[in-house]
């Protein structure tokens, strides 16, 4: 990429205000899932039973919980699990979605049209419906609930990529491919899939946040992340598990619920507004519309 590209698509993100901000938030939120636990680690854990349901305080910025542990550090402990399950549930949807997309939009013919309805189909059902039933079907766990929610994006990505391919497919160079012999997987790999690239990374970001909702409403129903008692507490807290707690108690410590659902929130935030910058630096065009209906 010339710098001249490399500048442009700078200045077309810095352009938007919700990019810049949503950047901003996922440095922010990147950072302290990676200082999390060794830095408030200790306080999400302890218990403190003189301190039970302690009101907001100086010490305790929203308060603390049944058992005393303070919930703000709690919350910000449970960055690093929630990220983690979001970003491996979308590695699995894109990963998956986009392998299958891609080989019905080479298989052509009547293979693609029934892999076309197959899609349609299971793009149909509700995600947190077939996530709850592929846990069912797996046991309970951080694990399962990554693969299940992966699952359930996976269509999306299918019929992204099927419909892109099918756009890109008609066009000059997949033509000229077709002429000098290459097989229809090396024009799907090469030709197709490498100029709808820009589309998939900004779905990727755009689906974070609601893979993010997704695993943590399995933890909050209990199917997620089982959280441990002891030394590994700290490696096995999530928003989901933190929302669940906090609902449970919310007349005591209503902060308890208010806290993880602020983060989910702001994180779904950051990387929507992340992901609508990223559509603008690949396609300069909607910043030209923007600037042309301000005007």
Same mark, same amino acid.
């Given at each position: 990429?010339?710098?001249?590209?490399?500048? &442009?698509?700078?200045?077309? %993100?810095?352009?938007?205000?919700?990019?810049?901000?949503?950047?901003?938030?996922? *440095?922010?939120? *990147?950072?302290? &899932?990676?200082?999390?636990?060794?830095?408030?680690?200790?306080?999400?854990?302890?218990?403190?039973?003189?301190?039970?349901?302690?009101?907001? $305080?100086?010490?305790?910025?929203?308060?603390?919980?049944?058992?005393?542990?303070?919930?703000?550090?709690?919350? %910000?402990?449970? =960055?690093?699990?929630?990220?983690?399950?979001?970003?491996?549930?979308?590695?699995?949807?894109?990963?998956?979605?986009?392998?299958?997309? @891609?080989?019905?939009?080479?298989?052509?013919?009547?293979?693609?049209?029934?892999?076309?309805?197959?899609?349609?189909?299971?793009?149909?059902?509700?995600?947190?419906?077939? $996530?709850?039933?592929?846990?069912?079907?797996?046991?309970?766990?951080?694990?399962? &609930?990554?693969?299940?929610?992966?699952?359930? /994006?996976?269509?999306?990505?299918?019929?992204?990529?099927? =419909? $892109?391919? @099918? &756009? *890109?497919?008609?066009?000059?160079?997949? @033509?000229?491919?077709?002429?000098?012999? %290459?097989?229809?997987?090396?024009?799907?790999?090469?030709?197709?899939?490498?100029?709808?690239?820009?589309?998939?990374?900004?779905?990727?970001?755009?689906? /974070?946040?609601?893979?993010?909702? @997704?695993? $943590?409403?399995?933890?909050?129903?209990?199917?997620?992340?089982?959280?441990?008692?002891?030394?590994?507490?700290?490696?096995?807290?999530?928003?989901?598990?933190?929302?669940?707690?906090?609902?449970?108690?919310?007349?005591?410590?209503?902060?308890?619920?208010?806290?993880?659902?602020?983060?989910?929130?702001?994180?779904?935030?950051?990387?929507?507004? /992340?992901?609508?910058?990223?559509?603008?630096?690949?396609?300069?065009?909607? =910043?030209?519309?923007?600037?042309?209906?301000?005007?």
């Amino acid at each position: 990429m010339s710098g001249r590209r490399k500048q &442009a698509r700078i200045r077309a %993100l810095l352009s938007t205000p919700t990019g810049v901000v949503g950047l901003l938030l996922l *440095v922010g939120l *990147v950072v302290v &899932a990676i200082v999390g636990p060794s830095t408030w680690g200790d306080k999400a854990t302890a218990s403190d039973y003189l301190n039970l349901f302690a009101p907001r $305080s100086a010490d305790h910025p929203l308060g603390t919980d049944g058992a005393g542990r303070d919930l703000l550090a709690r919350t %910000l402990v449970g =960055t690093r699990l929630s990220l983690l399950l979001a970003t491996g549930s979308v590695l699995i949807a894109a990963v998956v979605g986009i392998a299958i997309g @891609a080989a019905v939009a080479a298989a052509g013919g009547r293979v693609q049209r029934f892999g076309s309805t197959v899609i349609d189909t299971w793009l149909g059902f509700p995600s947190i419906l077939l $996530s709850v039933l592929v846990v069912t079907v797996l046991e309970r766990g951080a694990g399962a &609930a990554t693969v299940a929610i992966g699952l359930s /994006f996976a269509p999306f990505f299918a019929r992204l990529t099927l =419909t $892109s391919a @099918a &756009a *890109v497919a008609g066009r000059d160079f997949v @033509a000229a491919g077709r002429l000098l012999g %290459l097989s229809r997987l090396r024009i799907i790999r090469r030709y197709i899939l490498g100029n709808i690239a820009d589309s998939l990374v900004v779905a990727v970001f755009s689906t /974070f946040g609601q893979c993010l909702v @997704a695993v $943590s409403a399995l933890s909050f129903l209990g199917l997620g992340v089982q959280p441990e008692v002891g030394a590994q507490e700290r490696y096995t807290i999530d928003w989901g598990v933190l929302l669940d707690q906090g609902v449970k108690n919310f007349r005591d410590a209503p902060a308890g619920a208010l806290g993880p659902a602020f983060a989910i929130a702001v994180a779904g935030l950051a990387f929507g507004w /992340f992901g609508d910058g990223l559509a603008r630096i690949f396609n300069p065009r909607l =910043t030209v519309r923007r600037k042309a209906g301000d005007s």
